[in-house]
């Protein structure tokens, strides 16, 4: 089967999947149901649980879904290693600062009311990720070597994670709890203002990114051949670092550090597809992190005790994801 046909086959079923996303939860809402809350009249109950909250939720992990897979896809082909992810340089470490910094350090200086404030906590994320890529473009512009930037990135996630542990020794246990509640990630509770702003940030990490596919392709082949074809290998690593920061940052401060999916759409597509055109590549790992997302949304909802936080399910599904990098690219990772 040619590439497009299937590839339009499986945008319509994640749309598919959008839709049942609305319908799944502990009350659930049938298809025609649905088509009267948008094309008809509905209950003013089901109308409000729709539009306020199943809807937002199917929203934020569609977001989710474009930027974390979008922004592991660009982290692995900048650093030719499977293992890459949007965390790789230090910029979820630098938002969980952020928010550590607003949860324990508000609680000892008696600012604990403004914690009722949810855009306390996103700003505090977003200023944390945007200050971790401050500093990795700075050190950007003085090496020659991508691999000096991975460095950078494990020593701003360790310093990170000394001050978060050194404010979590001396934290009330109540805001322990609140930080690893955090930590767990979550899809729900945005409101169409923030969703708004999500959705900008987003979309202008993808507008960005767009401007990196003709190099990584020339990249695929070595820098002194993408040198030759005019590629500013300094230039096409300044617009992915900005890409991924955008999408990275944005998705932390509003849904929070979810793990793994960016690290493992790149590689299933990668893997399926087998193509060397990144174009096409861009385009599967996009509708996949859209398709997984939802899916993983769903399967948070239909727990029986209870909803799961996301990270939970990501986690199962992007560890065997993980070992099987492991085993079978032995070659690639290094």
């Avoid at 409000?48 to 939720?57: D, E, I, S, T």
């Avoid at 074809?229 to 230039?235: A, F, H, M, Q």
């Avoid at 849904?255 to 096409?280: E, N, Q, S, W, Y």
């Avoid at 029986?304 to 993980?322: K, Q």
Wanted: aromatic share 12%; proline share 4%.
């Amino acid at each position: 089967m040619k590439e497009k046909p299937l590839f339009f086959a499986f945008l319509f079923f994640t749309l598919i999947l959008f839709i049942a996303s609305l319908s799944v939860g502990k009350v659930s809402i049938s298809f025609n149901e649905i088509y009267h809350v948008f094309f008809g009249t509905s209950d003013e109950m089901i109308n409000n649980l729709v539009l306020n909250f199943r809807l937002p939720k199917s929203i934020t992990a569609l977001l989710v879904g474009i930027s974390l897979p979008i922004s592991g896809f660009l982290m692995q082909e900048l650093f030719k290693n499977p293992l890459a992810d949007p965390s790789v340089l230090g910029i979820t470490s630098m938002a969980s600062l952020g928010v550590g910094v607003v949860i324990f350090l508000f609680s000892i200086i008696g600012l604990d009311q403004y914690l009722n404030n949810p855009w306390i906590t996103i700003i505090a994320s977003f200023l944390g990720a945007i200050t971790a890529l401050l500093i990795v473009i700075v050190f950007s512009f003085r090496v020659k070597s991508a691999a000096s930037l991975v460095i950078l990135g494990f020593m701003i996630s360790g310093l990170s994670g000394a001050l978060i542990g050194m404010m979590q020794y001396f934290a009330p246990s109540d805001k322990i709890k609140a930080f690893l509640i955090w930590g767990f990630g979550s899809l729900s509770g945005l409101s169409w203002q923030q969703i708004s702003i999500f959705a900008l940030f987003v979309l202008s990490g993808i507008i960005v990114s767009l401007f990196s596919l003709r190099g990584i392709t020339a990249l695929l082949l070595g820098e002194r051949y993408a040198q030759s074809l005019g590629i500013n290998i300094k230039k096409l690593r300044f617009i992915i670092l900005i890409a991924t920061a955008l999408l990275t940052a944005s998705a932390t401060a509003f849904a929070g550090p979810i793990g793994f999916i960016g690290l493992a759409i790149p590689h299933i597509c990668r893997t399926l597809l087998k193509t060397g055109d990144m174009r096409v590549l861009y385009r599967w790992i996009f509708v996949s992190g859209i398709f997984f997302m939802l899916l993983f949304s769903i399967l948070t909802e239909i727990f029986p005790f209870g909803t799961l936080p996301i990270n939970i399910i990501t986690a199962l599904f992007g560890a065997p994801i993980v070992i099987s990098i492991l085993l079978n690219n032995k070659n690639e990772v290094r």
